[in-house]
Nanobody, 124 residues
Framework: QVQLVESGGGLVQAGGSLRLSCAAL????????VGWFRQAPGKDREFVAA????????EYADSVKGRFTISKDNAETTVSLQMNSLKPEDTAVYYC?????????????????WGQGAQVTVSS
């Protein structure tokens, strides 16, 4: 397992942007797939976006396609989730998760390491 730390959450008005970052303590993401998930109050955790371990493949939930972008930085020390055109329904705690050498099947149960979560609140 790897210890993950999210940062970048906050409060933003609808239509605004936020950038979440996920870092792995003491190592890089060079051999890890990373996913972003979110959980709103009273709802189940849901998939948002993922990038496979090589960085060559990304997947997005239909609800965020065209608005969110997941990426690894060149040094592979951070995976970011750029969130644009935010909506009140994007309000949730966002979690990053990692799993080694994963290329597909990005459901939550497939990820072995999880961060503590970052709150994103979008006001209308």
């Amino acid at each position: 397992q790897v210890q993950l730390v999210e940062s970048g959450g906050g409060l933003v008005q609808a239509g605004g942007s936020l950038r979440l970052s996920c870092a792995a303590l003491g190592r890089t993401f060079s051999t890890y797939a990373v996913g972003w998930f979110r959980q709103a109050p009273g709802k189940d955790r849901e998939f948002v976006a993922a990038i496979n371990w090589s960085g060559g493949r990304t997947e997005y939930a239909d609800s965020v396609k065209g608005r969110f972008t997941i990426s690894k930085d060149n040094a592979e020390t951070t995976v970011s989730l750029q969130m644009n055109s935010l909506k009140p329904e994007d309000t949730a705690v966002y979690y990053c998760a990692a799993d080694r050498f994963r290329s597909s099947n990005f459901r939550a149960s497939a990820f072995s390491s999880w961060g503590q979560g970052a709150q994103v609140t979008v006001s209308s």
